[in-house]
């Protein structure tokens, strides 16, 4: 079983940034394909990026060029680097990972485990 726990969401102004990160158990994180995912109140859930184990990566369109993600195997925790904050990044940020990624890396089905969620709220 693998256990991820998000830290560092919280209040910003718009332009603002933020890092979350995503602590995982298990001794072989390294193989684990992690991914962001975020849910804002009255919305589905929405694949945000992903990092593959051999490092490739992939963003939704509305984060290019303002969000990336990385990766500490010594540390098991993946981050979650958010610049140039929006009013409409506001949602509740999901860590996701799974060792098999046999469907969309976009689909939430497609991962096995989920971290408890950590609130980000860009104010206007």
């Known amino acids: 079983q693998v256990q991820l726990v998000e830290s560092g969401g919280g209040l910003v102004q718009a332009g603002g940034s933020l890092r979350l990160s995503c602590a995982a158990s298990g001794r072989t994180f390294s193989t684990y394909h992690m991914a962001w995912f975020r849910q804002a109140p009255g919305k589905e859930r929405e694949f945000v990026l992903v990092?593959?184990?051999?490092?490739?990566?992939y963003y939704a369109d509305s984060v290019k060029g303002r969000f990336t993600i990385s990766r500490d195997n010594a540390k098991n925790t993946v981050y979650l680097q958010m610049n140039n904050l929006k009013p409409e990044d506001t949602a509740v940020y999901y860590c996701?990972?799974?060792?098999?990624?046999?469907?969309?890396?976009?689909?939430?089905?497609?991962?096995?485990?989920w971290g408890q969620g950590t609130q980000v709220t860009v104010s206007s």
């Open positions: 996701a990972a799974t060792t098999d990624l046999g469907g969309p890396y976009y689909y939430s089905s497609t991962y096995d485990y």
């Open positions: 990092l593959r184990s051999g490092g490739i990566k």
